[in-house]
């Protein structure tokens, strides 16, 4: 079975920063994408980050140039180090692996960012 375990959630003060990890294990086929949700309350999921296999990044406009995905092969561990947190970012943040014909996905942590 395919879990995939999130850490580093947590509240942190404006201007802050925090590094979220999500390593996966059990039997999973080739990893096409690994990447970064976020969910506010009231909101819908949206995409924060996201990097493939060949080492392509993308990022939600939002968090352009404070965010960092980053990744262990070996480890089949993806990292979002978030720097300079705003209130704003506040949210749940689950991790996604997408592999060929699936999805999974974490249990989410939570980051609190007070003004």
């Known amino acids: 079975q395919v879990q995939l375990v999130e850490s580093g959630g947590g509240l942190v003060q404006a201007g802050g920063s925090l590094r979220l990890s999500c390593t996966v294990s059990?039997?999973?086929?080739?990893?096409?994408?690994m990447g970064w949700y976020r969910q506010a309350p009231g909101k819908q999921r949206e995409l924060v980050a996201a990097?493939?296999?060949?080492?392509?990044?993308n990022y939600a406009d939002s968090v352009k140039g404070r965010f960092t995905i980053s990744r262990d092969n070996a480890k089949t561990t993806v990292y979002l180090q978030m720097n300079s947190l705003k209130p704003e970012d506040t949210a749940v943040y689950y991790c996604?692996?997408?592999?060929?014909?699936?999805?999974?996905w974490g249990q989410g942590t939570q980051v609190t960012v007070s003004s």
């Open positions: 059990g039997r999973i086929s080739s990893i096409n994408i």
């Open positions: 990097g493939t296999s060949d080492g392509n990044t």
């Open positions: 996604n692996v997408k592999v060929p014909l699936s999805a999974y």
